[in-house]
């Protein structure tokens, strides 16, 4: 999808809805491939235009056929199974009349099931654009039946997309524990892929067969999504050191890919970013933030490396940290409402809020919040972005010595943190929760939220110093680029000659293009404002 227009995108995608609609309901039956191709093309445009509302029918839609496709796929192998035994039955030279006509009317009946199960699947061409692997006929997902029998992609790549979509479209709503099962399943889907083109371990890019670069592109680049996508949720869980292992497979595998993967280097700065903002390095993070900012030409992503650099700037709590802060934000405020979607427009204007905020700016810090919130309630969902809204919010209540919202706030945050496990947040939220208990003198609530805080003050400690004493930890946050292995000019003509070097799946919801796990750094500031507020009380 080019997004130079977003109009011409959405005719686009109308007129393959037409196509699709017009084919009978009985023979779109026999059109799975071109069922997932609409479907997923539907997703792709819903969730970059965040309209999450509606992208969730496609979703559970391609979930649902997959599922479906998966059982038929069983039975075929166990139909398979059965008519091998009974072909070996058949074979042998003893049976008697009425066994080999019993074991013949059985052959004949499963042969019956199996060709209405598999249709022509068992004979195909193999196109050479695949690769040189030898597929079978469970590896094809033809668009539809002749002459409409090409393949868009591999049914492998097909299905690791279909768990990605699931894995994208879940995330912002908190629900790990699916995304964490289906980044497994995809990930072991992709990783047998690409074994059967002979990437195992230890290959380079330079060791590719020509024939296997445009398919291996393809994996290659889903298996990135599904690291970034674990990254993301491990980050947001406060699983360091499960998101150092994830971050540094994605460094390995561009290392070894660097021609194929070249648009992933500005994510993995990204990441390394919000991997240091999160155990509180934030020099580091501005560094590797500012870092993936130049390495990308895609205005969004440069916009959103922007918004997370304001945030560790702000992190830092001195005045010229604020106002490199500024500097960063003041470009992307005003042109937040050219980007599509508004991801870009909800991240700019917490961090813009958090920052005036801080500079005691209450009133227009609370009028930005408030719209920000508005605008993430309405369109992203994004449980995370919203629980830090409400935190900043709950704040602003307390500065401005609204306690009765600033109460209802934060206990509302935290109820968020808490699903989320996301213990930075939760911690912010316990701040500002004992200092108002402090200030309208509740001390047994002071006293036992204290207590609770203090333990997740603890705990959050001991994750940060497993993830410090790690081998990872400091190659992740070093103010160094990851360095791929060097290519001849005649490696890098062979890599990227042909489509390989275009593949661009176009999965929207990246880390850093459309969640805010970074932003959870920025909950790891504790309240300044409120310090100041108690000592002048006092």
């Known amino acids: 999808m080019q997004w130079e227009n977003e109009s011409s995108v959405r005719d686009a995608l109308n007129r393959c809805n037409v196509i699709w609609e017009s084919i009978e309901l009985e023979k779109r039956q026999q059109c799975l491939g071109l069922l997932f191709y609409n479907e997923l ?73 199996l060709s209405n199960l598999t249709g022509n699947d068992k004979e195909f061409s193999e196109p050479i654009y695949f690769g040189s692997a030898r597929r079978t006929w469970e590896d094809k997902l033809e668009l539809a039946p002749p002459p409409v029998d090409g393949e868009w992609l591999p049914k492998g790549a097909i299905y690791a997309l279909i768990d990605l979509t699931v894995t994208v479209f879940n995330r912002p709503k908190g629900l790990f524990k699916e995304c964490l099962k289906r980044i497994q399943s995809g990930l072991q889907t992709v990783q047998e892929e690409l074994k059967k083109y002979g990437i195992l371990d230890g290959m380079r890019e330079v060791d590719l067969q020509h024939s296997a670069i445009w398919i291996a592109s393809v994996y290659l680049m889903l298996l990135m999504h599904f690291l970034e996508n674990k990254v993301a949720v491990d980050l947001t869980r406060s699983e360091f050191v499960e998101a150092q292992e994830a971050l540094v497979q994605m460094r390995n595998w561009y290392i070894r890919f660097p021609t194929i993967l070249q648009a992933c280097e500005c994510v993995i700065e990204m990441l390394r970013g919000q991997y240091a903002h999160c155990v509180g390095c934030y020099d580091e993070a501005n560094y590797h933030f500012l870092e993936a900012s130049r390495l990308s030409e895609n205005k969004s992503m440069q916009a959103m490396c922007f918004v997370y650099a304001a945030i560790s700037y702000i992190c830092m709590g001195d005045a010229e940290s604020s106002a490199k802060a500024l500097d960063l934000i003041g470009p992307v405020l005003g042109v937040m409402d050219s980007f599509t979607g508004v991801r870009e427009k909800t991240s700019v204007l917490l961090a813009h809020g958090f920052l005036l905020m801080r500079q005691q700016n209450l009133q227009e810090a609370r009028n930005r919040l408030a719209f920000g919130l508005q605008t993430t309630h309405n369109t992203l969902g994004n449980l995370q972005l919203v629980s830090q809204y409400l935190t900043v919010l709950g704040n602003l209540g307390l500065a401005l010595r609204d306690t009765v919202q600033a109460r209802e706030i934060l206990r509302s945050s935290l109820t968020l943190a808490k699903k989320l496990n996301d213990i930075p947040t939760q911690i912010w939220v316990l701040s500002n929760l004992t200092a108002m208990y402090q200030q309208l003198g509740e001390k047994g609530s002071e006293m036992e939220n204290l207590d609770y805080q203090t333990k997740k003050v603890e705990d959050l400690q001991k994750r940060i110093s497993s993830a410090c004493l790690s081998s990872h930890h400091v190659e992740l946050i070093a103010k160094v680029k990851a360095e791929a292995h060097q290519l001849s000019e005649t490696d890098i003509k062979r890599a990227i000659s042909g489509p390989s070097m275009r593949v661009d799946l176009d999965i929207p919801e990246s880390i850093g293009l459309s969640v805010t796990s970074p932003m959870a750094s920025s909950s790891r500031l504790m309240d300044f404002d409120m310090g100041r507020l108690r000592k002048r009380k006092a």
Do not use: T, W
Request: glycine share 2%; aromatic share 6%.
């Open 41 to 113: 093309l539907h997703v792709f445009y819903l969730l970059r235009i965040c309209d999450y509302k509606n992208a969730g029918q496609h979703v559970d839609k391609l979930d649902a056929a997959m599922k479906s496709d998966l059982q038929r796929r069983q039975q075929i192998n166990e139909l398979s199974k059965e008519l091998d035994a009974v072909n070996e039955s058949l074979s042998r030279s003893d049976l008697n009349y009425r066994d080999r006509s019993a074991l013949s009317a059985k052959q004949a009946h499963l042969e019956e099931q």
